[in-house]
T-cell receptor
Framework: GAVVSQHPSRVICKSGTSVKIECRSLDFQATTMFWYRQFPKQSLMLMATSNEGSKATYEQGVEKDKFLINHASLTLSTLTVTSAHPEDSSFYIC?????????????FGPGTRLTVT | QKEVEQDPGPLSVPEGAIVSLNCTYSNSAFQYFMWYRQYSRKGPELLMYTYSSGNKEDGRFTAQVDKSSKYISLFIRDSQPSDSATYLCAMSPILTGGGNKLTFGTGTQLKVEL
């Protein structure tokens, strides 16, 4: 149980375009979902925390108008990278937790590799 | 100074060796300590978590926390080629019902060779 999927697994887009990444909890209801970014040889950095039905909370330095997060249901959260630029190329990972899970009990998706050309 | 420091490796060991992976941290508010394993191009999976200082064992894995030294370790006994992955440490302060984030180390890349 506690499986999280992401789609697509990899995407290449042109500079200036937008790309949407989906994160789904397949067998549980995720009251909270997290979005991380991981650059090569660097640690996972939390970008934002989203709770179902409410606005996402962004970490300092993350542009909320550039990284749009929608957590419309208990099983789906989306991250839209708007007007993508090459520096946005990274590995984006989501995680999800149930209402009773503690913070360390996050279930991670397999990640989406974004390449902006 | 980073809140969590972790030697990125790569670390290469022969099959059957005992592996020691370590992290140091500077934030004394951290109370929960986690180890994740991440295979190439995959998301992290939780291996172990500990709350207090001391040792916690699960099969071939032992997690050790020394809060006085702000130092945590993960030991892998009888290492196998399937253990080849990147190991991430992560930490969190006391959890108060949401809002506390995990702070990750950069990860140590481990390769167990036949």
């Amino acid at each position: 149980g506690a499986v999280v999927s992401q789609h697509p697994s990899r995407v290449i887009c042109k500079s200036g375009t937008s790309v949407k990444i989906e994160c789904r909890s397949l067998d549980f209801q995720a009251t909270t979902m997290f979005w991380y970014r991981q650059f090569p040889k660097q640690s996972l950095m939390l970008m934002a925390t989203s709770n179902e039905g409410s606005k996402a909370t962004y970490e300092q330095g993350v542009e909320k108008d550039k990284f749009l997060i929608n957590h419309a249901s208990l099983t789906l959260s989306t991250l839209t990278v708007t007007s993508a630029h090459p520096e946005d190329s990274s590995f984006y990972i989501c995680s999800a937790k149930r209402v009773w899970d503690r913070e360390h009990e996050q279930y991670f998706g397999p990640g989406t590799r974004l390449t902006v050309t | 100074q980073k809140e969590v420091e972790q030697d990125p490796g790569p670390l290469s060991v022969p099959e059957g060796a005992i592996v020691s992976l370590n992290c140091t941290y500077s934030n004394s508010a951290f109370q929960y300590f986690m180890w994740y394993r991440q295979y190439s191009r995959k998301g992290p999976e939780l291996l172990m978590y500990t709350y207090s200082s001391g040792n916690k064992e699960d099969g071939r894995f032992t997690a050790q926390v020394d809060k006085s030294s702000k130092y945590i370790s993960l030991f892998i006994r009888d290492s196998q080629p399937s253990d080849s992955a990147t190991y991430l440490c992560a930490m969190s302060p006391i959890l108060t019902g949401g809002g506390n984030k995990l702070t990750f180390g950069t990860g140590t890349q481990l390769k167990v060779e036949l």
